[in-house]
């Protein structure tokens, strides 16, 4: 669909200075809102939470709203720095220190809010994961990390082995009774107190650890430091367009990056009202959502959006949506059909930004001020060097496919691969940070999305690795061998497909296909289980014994093999 550029319109931004500041840019300036200014030690949790709190013109307004089907709770900035002191409080008392991994595995609710600033407050590394990961999914990032405490529900308990995990010596659980050595929550925050000295550390010190899938091996630790929140304060200023008086949605969960650099950073480091929203996808609630708290700022994805779409006007027109003043996307390409359908259910256009977990934050962005050419991500944001280059990192001309790649140096850049310098060091080419997406940019600067580089399937915008998802299924005693690959979807963008060879004594049957399908779904993750599966005689292989995703899905998509020298016979 080939569309005109939608023009910027006013109302957003500050139009006529826009340019000027963006042009004059560059990230030292952002520094100059933190303390580090005065003192040169920082906390995120501080810039975040703590120093509204301390504003008396900001320390009541409503911090977190949450909403969720069974519970509904406001707390203003006073109210999540004292809940964040307390449980920073009880990491204390349980000799947590700067450094040590402390992940959280249970739903979005405040008290996941007040644990997560409370682990920075100590200085120590945050470490969440999805809610809907399965046994060995958890196992895999506790074991990587050496993670020694957990904060999880008694509902999740039962995913985690900590048997296995000889790393991992406390769990506290949120809700509900605490055996034996369980660390209650409950309990302990009501014996804590509501101050605490935050622990300063250096901007480089860590403060995240997000775990995002390769094409090869298990999940790989992704490590954030402070430093990353200049950037999410300033793209929240300029992407986000986030003032004084807005209320904030980000649909995202804080197991995924989006979560935590735009669910909790952003919003906050700019101080405004963040609505957290729990339970399930549905397009009536999350109308609902919207018109319920006035929401002005919407961050979400391109799968939601097509689901919007597809639940009709009817759906919206319930729902006084007048509210919104600016609307974005991110984690998989937007369609230009989503952008048209933006402009005609909300009014409004729909801002791709495109980043990723390794990124930390935004990277190339549709801004308010500037037009939109539907189908691009947008211009690298200012301070951010952007270019399409070869396989050696030379930069191509216009109009050129290529790699997307990123001048090394942005402040929300992870600092390492966590136990795995190796991989950090094979993102990098002669100074550029290598996204493994392709593009290219046409004369104008914008840059247009065209597809992952390498196996990397992203479905409805999560991103999952084909090895997990076949390493689990040949876990199957009915699987021999297992390839997997993302195939086209016009809802979810792919969906996961796998061949598999079964052995010898099993026959096809649906029975055995959907026990299978359940087998990853309990193993991994809902999202991670192949919706389709096929049963081959063999999987192409190299003669290095590596399996042909390529293959796989040119025959899939009926395309060109292209290359088979390398098949093994
Ligand atoms: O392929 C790109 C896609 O999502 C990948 C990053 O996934 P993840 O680390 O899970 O982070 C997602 C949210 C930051 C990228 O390599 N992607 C992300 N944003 C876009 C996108 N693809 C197309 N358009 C986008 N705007």
């Not at 109210?79 to 008392?93: E, G, I, M, T, W």
């Not at 996808?281 to 919407?298: K, Q």
């Not at 090895?467 to 005693?477: P, T």
């Not at 993750?525 to 042909?548: F, L, Q, V, Y």
Request: charged share 25%; hydrophobic share 35%; net charge negative.
């Amino acid at each position: 669909m080939d569309m005109q550029p939608i023009p910027a319109r006013s109302g957003n931004h500050n139009m006529e200075n826009y340019k000027q500041t963006y042009e004059n840019f560059q990230w030292d300036d952002a520094k100059q809102h933190f303390t580090w200014n005065e003192t040169g030690r920082v906390n995120a949790a501080y810039e975040a939470i703590d120093r509204h709190a301390e504003n008396p013109d900001k320390k009541d307004q409503p911090a977190l709203i949450y909403s969720a089907p069974d519970r509904k709770e406001t707390l203003s900035f006073l109210d999540l720095s004292r809940k964040s002191n307390q449980f920073a409080n009880v990491l204390k008392k349980h000799h947590i220190e700067k450094g040590d991994r402390v992940f959280l595995f249970m739903p979005r609710s405040p008290e996941f809010y007040a644990a997560f600033f409370g682990i920075l407050k100590v200085g120590a590394i945050a470490g969440p994961l999805f809610e809907a990961f399965m046994e060995q999914a958890v196992r895999d990032r506790l074991e990587d990390s050496e993670a020694t405490m957990l904060i999880t529900t008694p509902d999740l308990l039962e995913r985690v082995p900590a048997d296995d995990l000889p790393h991992l010596k406390q769990i506290v659980l949120v809700g509900g009774e605490a055996p034996g050595n369980y660390i209650s929550y409950e309990e302990e925050m009501k014996a804590s107190s509501e101050s605490f000295d935050v622990e300063w550390v250096d901007l480089e010190d860590g403060m995240l650890l997000h775990y995002t899938s390769g094409s090869t091996g298990k999940p790989k630790g992704v490590y954030h430091v402070h430093n990353a929140m200049i950037q999410h304060y300033q793209t929240g200023k300029w992407v986000l367009d986030l003032k004084e008086g807005d209320v904030y949605w980000c649909t995202a969960d804080p197991g995924w990056v989006t979560g935590t650099s735009y669910g909790i950073f952003a919003p906050w480091l700019n101080g405004v009202t963040n609505v957290i929203r729990g339970g399930r996808f549905s397009p009536d609630d999350w109308y609902g959502t919207i018109a319920a708290h006035d929401v002005s700022v919407w961050y979400s994805a391109p799968t939601a959006f097509r689901k919007l779409l597809s639940a009709g006007k009817d759906a919206a027109g319930k729902h006084d949506l007048s509210s919104l003043r600016h609307v974005l996307s991110v984690g998989e390409p937007l369609n230009p059909e989503v952008v048209t359908w933006g402009l005609s259910a909300f009014d409004l256009r729909i801002h791709d930004t495109w980043w990723m977990t390794e990124t930390g934050g935004m990277l190339i962005c549709n801004y308010p001020a500037m037009d939109i050419r539907p189908g691009s991500m947008g211009k690298p944001f200012p301070g951010i060097e952007a270019a399409i280059v070869d396989n050696e990192g030379n930069e191509l001309p216009d109009n050129q496919m290529g790699n997307l790649a990123i001048k090394e140096g942005w402040p929300s850049m992870m600092r390492a691969v966590w136990n795995n310098p190796g991989k950090y060091e094979s993102y990098f080419l002669n100074g550029w940070y290598v996204s493994g997406d392709s593009a290219y940019k046409d004369e104008d600067g914008y840059f247009w999305f065209q597809g992952r580089l390498d196996d990397v399937i992203n479905t409805s915008g999560e991103r999952v690795g084909p090895f997990e998802v076949e390493s689990k299924l040949i876990e199957h005693e009915a699987v021999a061998e297992a390839g997997v690959i993302g195939k086209p979807d016009p809802e979810r963008g792919e969906i996961i497909k796998a061949f598999i060879t079964l052995r010898d004594g099993y026959e096809q049957s649906d029975e055995l296909l959907e026990e299978i399908r359940q087998f990853v779904k309990k193993g991994l993750s809902a999202h991670a289980a192949p919706r389709e599966i096929e049963i081959k005689d063999t999987i192409p292989k190299t003669r290095s014994g590596k399996i042909m995703r390529r293959l796989l899905k040119s025959w899939e998509l009926g395309l060109p093999t292209g290359d088979t020298s390398t098949l093994e016979e």
